[in-house]
């Protein structure tokens, strides 16, 4: 997984120069679509944000291999990966809202206002609670993993394998 997240953020990494060259927000402007704040932010700050991801992966990957050689650091490492997973894919929950609220904002003004908008509404609701209870069923199974896996790497007989 780590090699993967580091060939991931490299892809990311030329994705954001390509998108760079671009103006996304003056795009969907010119659509007349609204542009959140949130996007503007991302927009600002993708090349620090897909760096970040290129450190924790590569920080991820360094674990997973001092814990294959079984060294104690990479035990430790690897716990302390498991516990910050599992942290932020609870702390990500909100973003849920977030993310169907701005969705919300960028449907024009005339659209809210015609025949149909109790539709897109009531589907735009319905998606919201399928997203925040299937992402929450996700993280609480992934944390009771992560917890188990926890557990188990701390054992007295799993410490032993390690120097």
Do not use: Y
């Amino acid at each position: 997984m780590g090699v993967l997240g580091v060939v991931w953020c490299l892809l990311q990494l030329l994705a954001v120069s390509a998108f760079g060259r671009m103006d996304l927000i003056a795009w969907l402007e010119h659509d007349g679509l609204l542009a959140p704040d949130q996007l503007r932010w991302f927009q600002a700050h993708a090349t620090t944000l897909t760096l970040l991801m290129l450190i924790s992966s590569v920080l991820f990957l360094a674990a997973c291999w001092g814990f294959f050689k079984r060294r104690e650091w990479g035990r430790r490492g690897l716990i302390i990966f498991l516990v910050l997973v599992a942290l932020a894919n609870v702390a990500a929950l909100p973003l849920i809202n977030i993310m169907f609220d701005t969705l919300q904002a960028m449907v024009p003004a005339d659209l809210l206002a015609s025949p149909g908008a109790h539709d897109l509404r009531v589907q735009l609701r319905a998606g919201r609670w399928f997203s925040l209870l299937s992402a929450g069923a996700a993280a609480i199974g992934l944390a009771a993993l992560h917890a188990w896996l926890v557990v188990k790497l701390q054992r007295p007989q799993v410490r032993a394998l390690f120097h």
